[in-house]
């Protein structure tokens, strides 16, 4: 069966750091690409950041230069560093591989 767990959300004030968490189980975690993306209140879904089985990186416009993407394959962990956090970060950040989807994590950015 196949989970995705992510973890590291919260309350933060604009400016301050998150990182997310996102622990696989259950598929061949080595070949697959993995993607963090975020839902605002009331918005729909974007795609933030990707990396590739290889460790290749993508990023939306909107997070480059202040997030960052990684993935620890010893542990079957992919991170989201996120950095300089704006309020309109502000939304829940979800897990995704292939078809499968975490539960997601709230960050919120206080003002």
């Known amino acids: 069966q196949v989970q995705l767990v992510e973890s590291g959300g919260g309350l933060v004030q604009a400016g301050g750091s998150l990182r997310l968490s996102c622990a696989a189980s259950?598929?061949?975690?080595?070949?697959?690409?993995m993607y963090w993306y975020r839902q605002p209140p009331g918005e729909q879904r974007d795609l933030v950041a990707s990396?590739?089985?290889?460790?290749?990186?993508n990023y939306a416009d909107s997070v480059k230069d202040r997030f960052t993407i990684s993935r620890d394959n010893a542990t079957n962990t992919v991170y989201l560093q996120m950095n300089s956090l704006k309020p309109e970060d502000t939304a829940v950040y979800y897990c995704?591989?292939?078809?499968?989807w975490g539960q997601g994590t709230q960050v919120t950015v206080s003002s």
């Open positions: 995704k591989s292939n078809v499968f």
């Open positions: 259950g598929f061949i975690w080595r070949i697959n690409n």
């Open positions: 990396i590739t089985a290889s460790g290749a990186t």
